[in-house]
């Protein structure tokens, strides 16, 4: 079964673009990415898009889709119906270099700026030991594939370009999640979560977990908890006082 | 996976949304691109929320109707004043009596909601519109989120949540002596006990599922391996935190109804469905 879709791709680079039409050939079982290779196949064919597996693993392909941050090949085009015009936009938060190619090294400057894992000293035998109830949670966080739609879809960044500096994003919000709930790890990164990586800007809204193609719960499993472990150092007077006369370890 | 680099300056300078165009991005002058009714949501939750603040306020004020023997509203639960008709708890002071008893203890559960992790989405969404949906441009200039005060009480959500639970213990008691008549007799049971169970089990649900409590039960620990009892209470507050937006409306609904029930029951409107 195959149908003529509509499609609106934006074109352009950094001195601007708008959104051009296309009607491209669409066919059972294709996903958005495949019609985006056959527009550039056929129409267009200087058209600038990433991608790499096509599988959702590598994060490449990520685009905003009727105005919503997806994997392109992870969008299957069984979710339009065929008389809907399907708009395809590079991600927002970032700078465009091409058409549906976005710079994303924002997210590669934050990273860098995250506290090193730093474990604690081996046992006796030259060996790590943990136990997995102590892990799983942290493991949660490392299916991240970096695809960076909960950055693209983060209003702190997106609506206000000038927090960038102040606001790590989601994604690294996470990792230091990740890093601070590892059992083997011995750096405090509460202050620097809240002080340098602007934990605070976060106002909870989860469009991060809504548009996390691996189904990670970056709100209720990882920034929320770190929230809560700041209040734990910053803003709770009886914790404070508790790890300050040695009645409250850190474990 | 994330390199993990020696830990470099950080970001520092404080975040200042301009409003100002974004560099370098895509020219896109749309709001937003989205074709799904996303406006839905957080309408509905702005209508219902309102509806709820504009009874419960005035439920809160009227200062009658709140009490049908053996039955209590929530709202005005714990009866704290002399000049509070319910007897469930000691009368501390008697206050101006132009002062509702309900102004007294609103504080807790006011301030549990409004703190709740699950609530700050539904308001910032549906009120504050920041933003308004996933996506969707919000319409503010400037933006510094929970970093700075006021909105740094949020951070103070669970001595709230200690309120809470102690509430929640009263307003238990105050079901269990639904199972009183109006004489004071035990071995009574009625459509407004059932109610009063229901709506204090639903505060338990709602209470316990917090993400202050998933927190303050284990999740604070990095080894879980060495607390095994907290690390079982972890693992079912985590199970209950999954459902804690849909236990957040439930038990919102079940407050207004239970003080409902109360208010049609004290103004004489229905009588009591008596079971037994």
Redesign the interface.
Known sequence: MSYAGRFRVWRGDVTGGDLEDFTVEVNEGEVVLDVIHRLQATQAGDLAVRWNCKAGKCGSCGAEINGRPRLMCMTRMSTFGEADTVTITPLRTFPVVRDLVTDVSYNYEKAAQIPAFSPRPRDADGNYRMQQVDVERSQEFRKCIECFLCQDTCHVIRDHEGNKAAFAGPRFLIRLAELDMHPLDTTDRRDAAQDEFGLGYCNITKCCSEVCPEGIHLTDNGIIPLKERVVDRRFDPLTWLGSKIGRRPRD | ????????????????????P???????AAR?????RWWLQPLITAVVLLCFVVYSSFRAFQNAYYFAEPYISPFYSPCITTGCEGDTFPEFFTGPSFISPAIYILVIPLGFRGTC?YY??AY??SFWL??PA?????P?R???????PP??IQ????YALYGALIFNVVLTYDAILGFRDETGEWGHMGLGTLVLLVNAALLWLYTLSC??C??LVG?????????PLR?RLWTRVSRL??SHARFAWLSLFSVAIADAYVFLLATGTISDLRFF
């Open positions: 996976m994330t390199t993990t680099a020696p830990r470099g300056t950080g970001a520092v300078t404080p975040g200042r949304g301009s409003g100002g974004p560099p370098r991005r895509a020219a896109i937003h691109l989205r074709t799904d992790y700050r989405k910032y969404r920041s933003p996933c996506a969707v441009g919000e503010h400037r933006y510094t989120g929970e970093s700075r909105l740094l951070n103070l959500h669970r993400h202050s998933r927190h999740g604070r620990l990095n080894h879980f391996s060495r607390h690390y935190n999954a």
